[in-house]
């Protein structure tokens, strides 16, 4: 039973780390089921996607006459970002989990400059060795901390990584400690510069098959969907 995990992990996860359920590819049923269950924060991975969800929420907020069903819902956003689907996600979400290149990046902010609404973001770093998954260089994190300023309609709230699809622990462990250098390369830089105002402090990483790992190396964010919400289709 959803409700079931959901108090099991609201139970045990330390509180300092947020439990991110990520809903993609299950109905709005589940989603509302997990709400009731006390989770607060969803994560979805295609712009059409997440934007469907939200109008069914608005829907079902109509047909039951309450305007502020599940309205302390929190989405994020963590799936590959075209620069031609931002006003599907960015007027919903609170995070940006999955800023993979500076081109994005850019992109996001002449959104949130014509918006009018500063947008929170991770940058997605590259960590896992294989070559499927995307995310930031180390040079290109270094290029974008160091232009960071230039964003004033962006909030960069920390990293987000994915580690290997492997039962070895060793190996995901070397993804983690990864994204761990990469997280001290943008503080040294935020220290020397001191013209940074966020902290960067998150760091996202953990999914079903590795999030007892990832808390124990420091996360602050787990991403889980399979264990809450079964296999995907
Ligand atoms: C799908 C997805 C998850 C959740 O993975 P599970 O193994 O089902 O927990 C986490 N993070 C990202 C970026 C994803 O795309």
Redo the contacts with the bound molecule.
């Keep these: 039973m959803i409700k079931d995990i959901i108090n099991k992990l609201h139970s045990e996860l330390p509180a300092t780390v947020k439990l991110v359920a990520?809903s993609?590819f299950h109905p709005f049923e589940a989603i509302e089921e997990a709400y009731a269950a006390g989770q607060r924060c969803f994560a979805e991975?295609r712009p059409q996607e997440l934007a469907a969800k939200v109008k069914r929420l608005e829907e079902i907020r109509l047909e039951r006459g309450e305007p502020d069903y599940m309205s302390d819902i929190e989405w994020h956003f963590?799936?590959h970002l075209q620069t031609n689907k931002l006003k599907m996600v960015l007027p919903h979400v609170a995070l940006v989990q999955?800023v993979d290149s500076v081109r994005l990046l850019d992109a996001i902010n002449a959104w949130g400059k014509a918006n009018n609404k500063v947008i929170n973001v991770l940058l997605e770093c590259f960590i896992s060795g294989e070559e499927t998954k995307q995310g930031l260089s180390e040079e290109e994190l270094i290029q974008i901390v160091s232009g960071v300023v230039r964003y004033d309609f962006i909030h960069i709230d920390g990293l987000m990584g994915?580690a290997s699809f492997t039962d070895d622990e060793a190996e995901i462990r070397e993804d983690f400690q990864r994204l761990l250098d990469m997280q001290q390369i943008l503080h040294d830089w935020i220290g020397e510069s001191g013209n940074v105002d966020a902290d960067c402090s998150e760091l996202s990483m953990g999914?079903?098959?590795d999030y007892p790992i990832a808390i124990e190396m420091g996360s602050t964010m787990v991403?889980?969907?399979?264990?809450i919400f079964g296999e995907r289709n």
């Design positions: 990520v993609k991975s963590i799936g999955s994915m999914m079903s098959g991403r889980i969907g399979s264990m």
